[in-house]
């Protein structure tokens, strides 16, 4: 746990995952591109909260890498940019948090989900 960040990215996280999960399940014959839509789609948001003038206390973007093994099986490593715009410690008030997550996809059973330690 650091200091002004905790269980909000975390469940954040976890959202996004599922949601590009959600997203390529609706379209398993082009999953990368799926996920590309759903990372730029929190991509654009980022960009736009950067600019406001009163943006959201707390908000994630994301990087992902899409690793195909063999039909319906692939991994998913996910790199979060969760950002804090009122963090005690910070003197602008900015921090950031990076956090990994990898995700395995069979067709034989759920989604697994790591985090990195």
């Known amino acids: 746990m650091i200091f002004g960040f905790g269980d909000t990215e975390s469940k954040e996280a976890v959202k996004i995952i599922h949601e590009c999960l959600d997203a390529i399940a609706a379209t398993p014959d082009n999953p990368k591109s799926a996920l590309v839509a759903v990372e730029k789609k929190y991509d654009d948001a980022g960009k736009r909260y950067e600019k406001m003038d009163n943006p959201p206390q707390r ?3 994301f ?3 899409f690793v195909p093994i063999y039909e319906g099986c692939y991994y998913i490593d996910f790199t979060m940019h969760h950002i804090n715009r009122q963090h005690p410690f910070a003197p602008d008030g900015w921090a950031l948090l990076a956090t990994r997550w990898m995700v395995s996809v069979s067709p034989d059973e759920d989604p697994i989900i790591y985090r990195e330690a």
């Open 59 to 61: 908000y994630t973007y």
């Open 63 to 65: 990087f992902s890498t």
